[in-house]
Nanobody, 126 residues
Framework: QVQLVESGGGSVQAGGSLRLSCKVS????????LGWSRQAPGKAREGVAN????????THLDSVRGRFTISHDNAKKALYLQMNDLKPEDTATYYC???????????????????WGQGTQVTVSS
């Protein structure tokens, strides 16, 4: 199976930055979707960003576009989420996830993913 371990979460003030990392291990495939989702207390999990490792195509949630950037280092088998200009509404537990697929387009919807990390907490204070 695919294993994912997140790190890099923490507490920052509004306007600050964090860089989340996710180490990917286990079974490997030539193409699959890797993504970041988040979940705030009492709310549904929502997809934040993803990348198709085969095509390099990325998708970002409208509310984070221009502030968050997803990237993938194939050599290090690591997924990253650079988060700039953080806002209190970004406070949530962030999860990295993987979907094994040869499909060209990767969907943001969390229901599409097969494997999940344990999550890392991001707290943004005003």
């Amino acid at each position: 199976q695919v294993q994912l371990v997140e790190s890099g979460g923490g507490s920052v003030q509004a306007g600050g930055s964090l860089r989340l990392s996710c180490k990917v291990s286990g079974d490997t495939y030539s193409t699959y979707c890797l993504g970041w989702s988040r979940q705030a207390p009492g709310k549904a999990r929502e997809g934040v960003a993803n990348i198709n490792t085969g095509s390099g195509d990325t998708t970002h949630l409208d509310s984070v576009r221009g502030r968050f950037t997803i990237s993938h280092d194939n050599a290090k088998k690591a997924l990253y989420l650079q988060m700039n200009d953080l806002k209190p509404e970004d406070t949530a537990t962030y999860y990295c996830a993987a979907e094994i697929t040869s499909r060209r387009y990767c969907y943001l919807e969390p229901r599409m993913y097969n494997y999940w990390g344990q999550g890392t907490q991001v707290t943004v204070s005003s």
